[in-house]
């Protein structure tokens, strides 16, 4: 059984910086890539995020380029999104989530099939 417990979440000043985690449990965490999405009220759950199980690679939906950073900690099983300076349109609940299988597109939602309760990130203007 696997699961996600995300951290981290809060509210910041548009501008700011927020570091969120996210512990899995599971002995296979390195053998699937981990992906961050989020939803705002109203809206679809969109990608933000992913990296391959190795830590190799990492994709980035093209609104979080260059201020969005997600690595990961093998021997904490643990994935990070650091996200800086940060837009009141960010806010959402952020979700962490672990693909069904190794290979496959990494900015489909429907590609994973683990995730966690989410947790919230408000930024205020």
């Known amino acids: 059984q696997v699961q996600l417990v995300e951290s981290g979440g809060g509210l910041v000043q548009a501008g700011g910086s927020l570091r969120l985690s996210c512990v899995a449990s599971?002995?296979?965490?390195?053998?699937?890539?981990m992906g961050w999405f989020r939803q705002a009220p109203g809206k679809e759950r969109e990608f933000v995020t992913a990296?391959?199980?190795?830590?190799?690679?990492?994709y980035y939906a093209d609104s979080v380029k260059g201020r969005f950073t997600i690595s990961r900690d093998k021997a904490k099983n643990t994935v990070y999104l650091q996200m800086n300076s940060l837009k009141p349109e960010e806010t959402a609940v952020y979700y962490c989530?672990?693909?069904?299988?190794?290979?496959?597109?990494?900015?489909?939602?429907?590609?994973?099939?683990?995730w966690g309760q989410g947790t919230q990130v408000t930024v205020s203007s």
């Open positions: 989530a672990r693909k069904r299988f190794p290979s496959g597109p990494f900015e489909n939602r429907y590609e994973y099939g683990y």
């Open positions: 599971g002995r296979t965490f390195s053998s699937y890539g």
């Open positions: 990296i391959t199980g190795n830590g190799g690679n990492t």
